[in-house]
């Protein structure tokens, strides 16, 4: 697997509170320090794609997963539009 570091998401998605997630990383690390409630959740999947992903196509996968759900949790400052979502560079 790439170093999730180093993979690049493009464009950056920006946080309501102030973050910038510009990398994989980013986002795995925000994924981690929400509290998982009992069971398997839709963060904990989207936690393990990202944690998971090694080709391009998992990678777009991932992060389209990760953005559906800041988005459903209110997360980014300014929603991307409908089918817009970054890729990984």
């Known amino acids: 697997m790439r170093d999730p570091e180093k993979i690049l998401i493009e464009p950056p998605l920006h946080m309501r509170d102030g973050r910038i997630i510009r990398f994989i990383a980013d986002a795995i690390a925000l994924l981690r320090e929400h509290e ?4 398997v959740d839709a963060r904990d999947e989207v936690l393990h794609r990202l944690e998971r992903a090694r080709s391009e196509q998992e990678h777009q996968a991932a992060i389209a997963g990760f953005v ?7 997360l980014l400052l300014t929603p991307l539009p409908e089918g817009v979502h970054p890729r990984a560079e």
């Open 36 to 39: 998982a409630r009992p069971g």
């Open 68 to 74: 559906v759900w800041a988005e459903e949790l209110d």
